[in-house]
């Protein structure tokens, strides 16, 4: 998304109140106020933000902080479960366009096969796969409608998926299930973008240290990755040549996932 395709390019985020949403929504900001976080890559003055995420007060807090160093930040608070067009209809209606959807928000419930109950069932589907599908599907159809900027790009769409979509984990049975989903998804996503100019990228993480994972030893947090280090490749890959499209980022911890 070069600077002179799209003057203030607005960039939406989910799962924005913790963990690597967070840190997208932080980096991306970073280069809206002028400087690349990561040290590399071109700032990007004048990027919009929306912002959305299930809980009201993580919000605020980070649109307060933001706000506080002068980036134009929109917040939009909400179950994906219970309403999965809020955000898209939120930026559509604060900005007048979405230029790139950057989707973190997911949800895991992890324990025995045989002990997974249809509540866990429901409860991961309902967000990792149908608030998805249909979040991508708005998001896309609003870009589609576009004009076309340098290169005949119209959008952009990430989306935070796990290793988890290739490999499989015991006590993760649904929370599997769900991201081979997801990528079946993307993959499908990804034959409509090339025709359509949408980029359309996954991102695989490995263990990474997040408020999912609850408490741990301090031995293995040390072994796994931050969200920082997740979100600095996703926004650099926002900013690629409109010639070329990234489909697919898998990051790993320097020594083996746990």
């Keep these: 998304m070069p600077e002179k395709e799209t003057p203030s390019p607005v960039i939406l985020v989910t799962g924005a109140g913790k963990g690597i949403g967070r840190a997208v929504a ?11 976080a990561s040290g590399t890559g071109p700032a990007a003055p004048g990027v919009k933000l929306l912002l959305a995420a299930r809980t009201q ?25 219970e309403r999965p067009l809020q955000p898209v209809e939120a930026c559509l209606e604060r900005f007048g ?20 109950t249809p509540e866990d069932l429901e409860f991961t589907v309902r967000t990792n796969i149908t608030a998805t ?19 005949g790009m119209r ?16 006590q993760s049975s649904t929370y599997c299930m ?4 997801q990528r079946g998804l993307l993959d499908v996503m990804k034959l409509y973008g090339r025709q359509d ?14 408020p999912m994972w609850g408490e741990m030893p301090p031995d293995q947090v ?25 489909e697919h980022i898998t990051l790993r911890p320097l020594h083996g996932d746990l």
């Design 155 to 170: 959008g952009q769409i990430q989306v935070v998926t796990s290793i988890a979509a290739d490999q499989p984990f015991p």
């Design 178 to 181: 769900s991201k081979y989903a």
């Design 97 to 116: 366009r979405i230029d790139a959807l950057i989707h973190c928000a997911g949800v895991g419930r992890f324990k025995d096969f045989l002990e997974q």
């Design 197 to 210: 100019g949408i980029r359309i990228l996954e991102v695989r993480p490995g263990a990474t240290y997040t």
């Design 57 to 81: 007060s993580d919000l605020a807090a980070l649109q307060a902080e933001l706000q506080g160093d002068g980036v134009d930040c929109a917040i939009a608070a909400g179950d994906l479960a």
């Design 26 to 36: 932080e980096a991306l900001a970073a280069r809206a106020r002028g400087r690349a």
């Design 222 to 246: 040390v072994r796994m990755m931050t969200a920082e280090d997740i979100a600095q490749p996703m926004v650099d890959a926002l900013w690629l040549s409109p010639r070329a499209a990234l």
């Design 133 to 151: 599908f249909l979040l991508l599907q708005r998001a896309y159809a609003a870009m589609k409608a576009q004009t076309p900027g340098e290169g």
